[in-house]
């Protein structure tokens, strides 16, 4: 299955767009449209609401809103603007319709105030951290909840009110003991809800940061593909007979240039190598390379992208260790090997064995410094011949014949040579 056709795993520990745009649509954005809903069918009954039509402009707007909210997962002060984006929309939308009465009607200012308190504190969020993104969070709650308890009231109230008498209509609503129970109630249940909701988030973010890690950790490993892939489908991890190029590298005269040098020395110079052979490694699509000591061994699916990393290692590690005086010898062999998860039941890797490995081993051995060498085998699996040096034979330990190997050259030979250069595995007479 294609990466195109499914979450990334950063996809699932975070929640995808379309999750996040849902989430932001049923807590937040649609929190007014659905109350004032509920507002408007106790009043007018459920067939006068279904055909106003400033109702499915309400929603329209809310979903434009969670839309630009749920895009991005970190957004800043943009998060206050696109909190504010369904109120204006509505406003928009209905003004031409109801003129300057729009402004009239108390829900309307209910609607502003709730987009621009949430709003603020969603950007609050972002820009805080984590340290209070908790205390927001409890904010955020006792402002849904009083958006209830505030349609609760423009519905008890009925007729427009004007903006200049607003507190004290509300002082007088506030006098009766039923009214107070509904803001009290509806402001003890959003502070429940909202610590809550805090202590998840809390914990949720404990299993992002660990997520995130463990993921990173098998991604050494693994590798990133591998590990999306075995999200996806765990047998990929099986063990299974595969064909592979095996690229074998190694440091020459390594032991006795760190008996000079101090171990500092020594761990500076392995770091860059380390880091140099993995980005190369990892850019021709070889597997997350095992570093045994001064040795760098790692396999490709397609040969000539095996090579390409061959001639590009020799380049960049060449020029990074002659700094230090020292070279690299490469050897590449193509078999099939066992290949998946091994181990005990406490430690595993993600590994290949078999005689192609040990063969690559011995060639990255006998090649000289600076040299790659390639098995009869490997030049037989290319797609395309690269630029060869003149065959020798190798003698590899527990081989009972010599191998057949061809250096690679460093560089393009002139157009003399090239006409020398065999294009083909019949031209090498590899069977004959």
Same mark, same amino acid.
């Given at each position: 299955?294609?990466? $195109? ?37 106790s009043?007018? *009954? ?12 309400l ?12 895009? !991005? ?16 929309? @509505? ?20 609607y ?21 993104? $908790?205390?927001?969070?409890?904010? $955020?709650s006792?402002?849904r ?6 349609? @609760?009231?423009v ?7 004007k ?20 803001f009290?109630? *509806? ?6 809800? *909202? ?10 973010? %404990? ?33 299974? !007979? ?18 000079r040098?101090?171990?500092a020395?020594?761990?500076?110079m392995?770091?860059?190598? @380390? ?13 997350p ?14 040969p ?10 020799r380049?960049?590690i ?13 050897g ?27 063969t690559?081993?011995r ?21 395309? #011949? ?5 065959? !020798?034979?190798?003698r ?9 190997? @061809?250096?690679l050259?460093? #560089? ?8 020398? #250069?065999?294009?083909? #595995?019949?031209?090498?007479?590899? %069977?004959?």
């Open positions: 299955m294609s990466q $195109q056709r499914t979450l990334g795993l950063l996809e699932r520990i975070e929640g995808g767009r379309w999750m996040r745009i849902g989430h932001a649509f049923v807590t937040n954005s649609a929190l007014f449209p659905f109350f004032d809903a509920i507002r408007s069918i009043s007018n *009954g459920v067939i006068r609401y279904l055909r106003e039509p400033s109702h499915y402009f929603f329209a707007a809310a979903f434009v809103q969670a839309y630009g909210l749920g895009c !991005r997962r970190r957004q800043g002060w943009r998060r206050l603007a696109f909190n504010l984006v369904g109120p204006l929309i @509505y406003t928009l939308s209905e003004l031409p319709l109801e003129g300057l009465g729009f402004f009239a009607l108390p829900s309307h200012w209910v502003w105030g709730f987009g621009l308190l949430m709003g603020l504190t969603e950007a609050l969020q972002d820009f805080d951290g984590v340290r209070w993104r $908790q205390g927001f969070l409890v904010l $955020q006792l402002i909840a009083m958006l209830f308890a505030a349609i @609760y009231y519905a008890e109230v009925g007729p427009p009110i903006v200049a008498f607003a507190w004290a209509t509300l002082s007088h609503y506030l006098g009766a003991s039923d009214h107070q129970f509904i009290a109630a *509806g402001g003890l249940l959003g502070l429940l809800l *909202g610590i809550a909701e805090a202590q998840s988030d809390r914990y949720a973010h %404990f299993l992002r940061q660990a997520a995130h890690r463990l993921k990173q950790y098998a991604d050494w490993g693994f590798g990133a593909d591998l590990v999306e892939r075995a999200f996806q489908d765990p047998s990929v991890l099986a063990l299974r !007979r595969v064909r592979r190029t095996i690229l074998f590298m190694d440091i020459r005269n390594f032991t006795a240039w760190s008996e040098e101090s171990p020395t020594v761990a500076e392995l770091a860059g190598y @380390y880091d140099a052979a993995e980005a190369i490694i990892a850019r021709f699509g070889g597997s390379p095992a570093f045994i000591g001064d040795g760098v061994l790692t396999r490709f699916t397609r000539d992208d095996a090579v390409a990393a061959a001639h590009s290692l380049e960049t060449g020029d990074l260790l002659g700094a230090w005086g020292l070279s690299v010898g490469i590449l062999h193509t078999g099939e090997v066992i290949e998946g998860l091994m181990g005990g039941q406490q430690t595993r890797r993600f590994d290949a064995i078999g005689d192609a490995v040990n690559a081993s060639l990255g051995s006998a090649a000289k410094p600076g040299e790659v060498l390639i098995s009869g085998e490997t030049l037989s699996a290319l797609e395309a #011949v690269p630029p060869l040096g003149e065959s !020798r034979l190798v590899a330990k527990g081989k009972k014949r010599p191998l057949v190997v @061809y250096p050259r460093p #560089v393009a030979p002139s157009p003399s040579a090239r006409e020398a #250069v065999p294009h083909s #595995v019949a031209e090498l007479g590899l %069977f004959s």
